[in-house]
């Protein structure tokens, strides 16, 4: 069994920092890919960033690419998104993923994604 759970949200003025992490556990959780999506109010949940924890490759969706990074400490087994020069427009509740056949090409579809953490709120007040 594959969990993931997130922290790390809270409320940044606008320009501010963050970072997100993700811890995961279970026994076959370097053979996934982990990824972040966002939801904010009314709107479709939606793809942020992935990584492979095999190759480290990485993925970024093109809003907020330059502005966000993805990175991965094996030994802790835990994922951060670094959220860096933050808009009004990233207010959302971010969720962390898991998807046990993205170990080489992590996939942008929320879809493909098997295990979910409950989500962490970021509000970046302007």
């Known amino acids: 069994q594959v969990q993931v759970v997130e922290s790390g949200g809270g409320l940044v003025q606008a320009g501010g920092s963050l970072r997100l992490s993700c811890a995961a556990s279970?026994?076959?959780?370097?053979?996934?890919?982990m990824g972040w999506f966002r939801q904010a109010p009314g709107k479709e949940r939606e793809f942020v960033a992935a990584?492979?924890?095999?190759?480290?490759?990485?993925y970024y969706a093109d809003l907020e690419k330059g502005r966000f990074t993805i990175s991965r400490d094996n030994a802790k087994n835990t994922v951060y998104l670094q959220l860096n020069s933050l808009k009004s427009e990233a207010t959302a509740v971010y969720y962390c993923?898991?998807?046990?056949?993205?170990?080489?090409?992590?996939?942008?579809?929320?879809?493909?994604?098997?295990?979910w953490g409950q989500g962490t709120p970021v509000t970046v007040s302007a």
């Open positions: 990584i492979s924890w095999s190759t480290g490759n990485r």
């Open positions: 993923a898991a998807d046990r056949s993205g170990t080489y090409s992590p996939p942008r579809n929320k879809d493909d994604y098997d295990y």
């Open positions: 279970g026994r076959t959780i370097r053979r996934y890919a």
